[in-house]
């Protein structure tokens, strides 16, 4: 596999022959959490941030990464410079390791993997036409707390974005089990009413997305108000602009949902002004690393 | 590994030795289905409606199993012959196979694992004197297809487990978004009243069960008033009797629920028709298979 970079549990490895015990319970039952960081020119945009979250995502199911930071930081750049990409997605991973059963064994070998690939979302927003979503069917389970973390159950997220792609549009929204927005597939949502920008709180069943917080610090800087507040689906009616963030592509402009323009109908100013200091900041190197 | 025998892609292999591409998106992304059964003297135990739900489940996300029936019963049994238990726990799993980013590949290339191992769990519900359950604070998402097959996001159900033994009881009872029973973390749920007989039916979230719909035969041939009915949790202060079914547990008695006692607090006496009627013919070999 040209282009590829795998740390696995404390050394590099070659991505087309290594692998991953059948009975690893990432596998078996998505028991395990993970990250997805943008690196560009060999620096991991977010790195400290990022590891953060992923301990975070632990913690909440029980699970001991069994790396202290400096190791990690050290297996992910090592990857990252083997890869030889100047943009690439960097994805850490940490399952409960081989068991069988739903509980977890009494001595867990938790599998830690870091597999560096080339970058192929788009990166700059601000460049960026805008999306088109549609409410998907399947609601973001609030009431569990895999809603908050980044955990290896993605299926929900999966077949959500394939019900968009049979709509003909590029992303689904997800409502919550109350019906409030929550976010896209792989995405936090942020939406402009009057000026002012609202994102849901945790508390909708939506992930402390690092490129969000990063947003709300750089709408803070940038004299922008904007705040964490539950979201009902019609303030779309009112919405002047839509855009989602994550680490992969910055900030993306939403210029329909469920065949409703937002606003215009294309990317507005806030969200350009915004996607243009995120993708600046990264591209200078000045976000923090 | 002992006792474990592995079938991959379609051919016996060593179980310490083979393993998954940790780009697997059954490993990244929870993206695959599966079915666990048990095998008693190297017969598995309800193989044809296990193969039959396993593409069932394949189907409601899209994934194409790259065996037919011959091909799987030829594998499981080649592994089951190889561990050489009398009783082992076979698990059959398919995955997307390899794949970057959330949406699948344009061409999939799937895995299928069939794994044997000892069978650790409790056979003759008969003989058990019952199970305690709290209710979990996680509620079953009946608005996702993946409550309604056998994902390898089960995540869900490993944390609501881990929840119930933090209150010192065995198993937690999942109630869906609505409120109304759904199931156990890994168990179909049934429960009497006044003499009769009723289970969630599968809009309520509730996963297809092979012993369930088993349950609902034999109820029906021994003559026991048996339907499938939305039930509240409130029925829980009228039941005389509440049961778990699962392909590797069988018939297993609920004797009480959040502190609780279902009924005169021991096994009822339908249940231990039901699981001894199960158990019997499964043990004589008269068990479809």
Same mark, same amino acid.
């Given at each position: 596999m040209k282009d590829h970079a795998l740390w696995l549990n404390g050394r590099l490895v070659s991505p087309g022959s290594?692998?991953?015990?059948?009975?690893?319970?990432?596998?078996?039952?998505?028991?395990?959490?993970?990250?997805?960081?943008?690196?560009?020119?060999?620096?991991?945009? =977010? +790195?400290?941030?990022?590891?953060? $979250? %992923?301990?975070? /995502?632990? &913690?909440?199911?029980?699970?001991?990464? @069994?790396?202290?930071?400096?190791?990690?930081?050290?297996?992910?750049?090592?990857?990252?410079?083997?890869? =030889? +990409?100047?943009?690439?997605?960097? $994805? %850490?991973?940490? /399952?409960? &390791?081989?068991?069988?059963?739903?509980? @977890?064994?009494?001595?867990?070998?938790?599998?830690?993997?870091?597999?560096?690939?080339?970058?192929?979302?788009? +990166?700059?927003?601000?460049?960026?036409?805008?999306?088109?979503?549609?409410?998907?069917?399947?609601?973001?389970?609030?009431?569990?707390?895999?809603?908050?973390?980044?955990?290896?159950?993605?299926?929900?997220?999966?077949?959500?974005?394939?019900?968009?792609?049979?709509?003909?549009?590029?992303?689904?929204?997800?409502l919550n089990t109350k019906g409030l927005v929550a976010c896209g597939t792989a995405s936090n949502i942020f939406v402009v009413v009057k000026g002012a920008i609202m994102t849901p709180p945790m508390r909708a069943g939506v992930l402390p997305g690092i490129t969000r917080s990063y947003i709300l610090e750089l709408a803070s800087r940038l004299g922008i108000a904007c705040e964490e507040a539950e979201i009902c689906p019609e303030v779309f009616r009112d919405a002047t602009e839509v855009f989602l963030t994550n680490s992969l592509t910055g900030v993306l402009p939403v210029i329909e949902i469920d065949n409703m323009a937002v606003g215009r109908g294309r990317p507005g100013e806030i969200t350009h002004l915004l996607a243009k200091s995120y993708s600046d900041a990264m591209l200078a190197g000045a976000y923090y690393g």
């Open positions: 290594a692998g991953i015990s059948p009975f690893d319970r990432g596998f078996t039952l998505g028991d395990g959490v993970f990250e997805t960081m943008l690196a560009l020119n060999g620096k991991v945009v =977010g +790195l400290t941030r990022h590891l953060g $979250r %992923l301990r975070y /995502s632990a &913690g909440v199911i029980g699970l001991d990464v @069994p790396f202290d930071d400096p190791e990690l930081v050290h297996g992910i750049k090592e990857a990252v410079t083997a890869c =030889g +990409l100047s943009e690439a997605t960097v $994805r %850490l991973t940490t /399952s409960r &390791g081989p068991g069988p059963g739903l509980e @977890p064994p009494q001595t867990t070998s938790p599998t830690t993997v870091a597999s560096v690939v080339p970058h192929t979302g788009m +990166l700059h927003g601000a460049e960026s036409a805008g999306i088109r979503m549609v409410t998907s069917s399947i609601r973001r389970n609030d009431t569990s707390p895999l809603s908050r973390i980044k955990s290896l159950n993605y299926l929900d997220n999966v077949l959500a974005r394939a019900e968009a792609r049979r709509h003909g549009v590029e992303d689904a929204l997800l």
